[in-house]
Every structure is written in C-alpha cells, then in structure tokens.
Nanobody
C-alpha cells in the first residue's frame, strides 16, 4: 500500500506563486509516472501536469509556461511550482502516482488533495 501526502496549498493573490509537494510512502518498489490534477467546484477533475520516472513532462495547455512539475526519485516526491497564478487556477489539487509492485503489478494512488485559492 502506498500513501500520498500533499502540502503547500493556500491562499494567494493573482500573480503570486505557490509550490506544492507530494510525498509517497509505504511499501514502494518502483514509482512510474507521477502527476498533479485539479478539481474546481462544479467541474470535473482535470490533468494539470505529469512527469515520468525519467523526467519527461506533460502539461495542460492552460498552465504551460506558468507551472513546472519536477520530482525527486530518491525521496519519492513530486513538486508543482505554480507561478503567475490566476483566479481560474483555484481548485483542490491532487497528486497521483503509479506504483509498480515487486510482482510487477500496477496500482494508481491518489493524495487527499490540497486547496489552492487565488484571489483577484
């Protein structure tokens, strides 16, 4: 079993920055892709950014050039640096990780979410 714990959310003014962190713990053999998703009130959860174990990244068009995803494989931690924040970035942000067991089975885990609120 793998647990993901996010931190770093909060309230910030438009144009400001926040850095989210998500640490994986538990019985970990290998973690493949990690990512960040978000869900605003009344909307579906959407992908923000993903990163492979090798460091390849993918971003939603709405955050390209403003957000940067990175990871520390030794710490099983993924980060999301968010700059030039806009009110429309307000949402609960969830991290996600694909864990590979020693038996080569794959499971996807989610964190509990952290609130990001951007005021205008």
């Amino acid at each position: 079993q793998v647990q993901l714990v996010e931190s770093g959310g909060g309230l910030v003014q438009a144009g400001g920055s926040l850095r989210l962190s998500c640490a994986a713990s538990g019985i970990i053999f290998k973690i493949n892709d990690m990512g960040w998703f978000r869900q605003a009130p009344g909307k579906q959860r959407e992908l923000v950014a993903t990163i492979t174990s090798g460091g390849s990244t993918n971003y939603a068009d709405s955050v390209k050039g403003r957000f940067t995803i990175s990871r520390d494989n030794a710490k099983n931690t993924v980060y999301l640096q968010m700059n030039s924040l806009k009110p429309e970035d307000t949402a609960v942000y969830y991290c996600n990780a694909e864990s590979i067991s020693i038996f080569q089975t794959s499971n996807t885990y989610w964190g509990q979410g952290t609130q990001v609120t951007v005021s205008s």
